[in-house]
Every structure is written in C-alpha cells, then in structure tokens.
C-alpha cells in the first residue's frame, strides 16, 4: 500500500511562490501517474495538476495554467508542485494523489492520497 506526505505549505502574501513536495513509500512511482488536487472550504475538490508516470506528460487546470509546474523525480519518488504568483484564490488544502496507468484530471479515478497541506494566500 502506497504512503504519501505533502509537506511545504504555509502562509504566505499574494504574489509569492511556494513549493509543495509529496513523497510517497511503499510502491515505486515510475509506472503511476501523479496528481496534485485542492479542496477549498466549502468547495468540492478540484483537480490542479497531473503528470505521467515518465514524466513526460502533464495536465493543468486553467485556473493555474501558466503559474503552477508539477513535476516528478523518480528516483526520490517523489512529487512536486512549484506555485509562482500565487493569489488569495489558490487558498485551500493541497492534496496528491497517484494512479496506476494514464494522467487524468478526474478526482475519482485516482486510488491514493496523502494527508493534505494546507496553503493560505493572504492579499
């Protein structure tokens, strides 16, 4: 059973950057695809951010397209999500997730999720 832990969120002002890292244990992701996803209060959770399994591939929402890289390293078997410019919209708990196969930007097609990090953008 895969393990993953988001970690560097934070409270930070409109227009700085964050970095969000999700290392997962107990499967190698090589062969799994990475999602990064948001639940904002009172919202449903939202996809973000997807790459492929080789890393070759990856989906953005529109609403970051432009100021959010997600990007993977196979051998640390681990995620990231670097945020630039981030506004007080992009406030919400960050969760990953992966999947065995394709990227996918739908919430229930993916089969592990982390804890969530929460991200807070104050204006």
């Known amino acids: 059973q895969v393990q993953l832990v988001e970690s560097g969120g934070g409270l930070v002002q409109a227009g700085a950057s964050l970095r969000l890292s999700c290392a997962a244990s107990?499967?190698?992701?090589?062969?799994?695809?990475m999602g990064w996803f948001r639940q904002a209060p009172g919202k449903e959770r939202e996809f973000v951010a997807a790459?492929?399994?080789?890393?070759?591939?990856?989906y953005y929402a529109d609403s970051i397209q432009g100021r959010f890289t997600v990007s993977r390293d196979n051998a640390k078997n681990t995620v990231y999500l670097q945020m630039n410019s981030l506004k007080p919209e992009d406030t919400a708990v960050y969760y990953c997730?992966?999947?065995?196969?394709?990227?996918?930007?739908?919430?229930?097609?993916?089969?592990?999720w982390g804890q969530g990090t929460q991200v807070t953008v104050s204006s």
């Open positions: 997730a992966t999947k065995k196969g394709i990227a996918t930007t739908r919430t229930n097609e993916y089969d592990s």
């Open positions: 107990g499967r190698t992701l090589t062969n799994y695809a």
């Open positions: 790459r492929s399994g080789s890393g070759i591939t990856a």
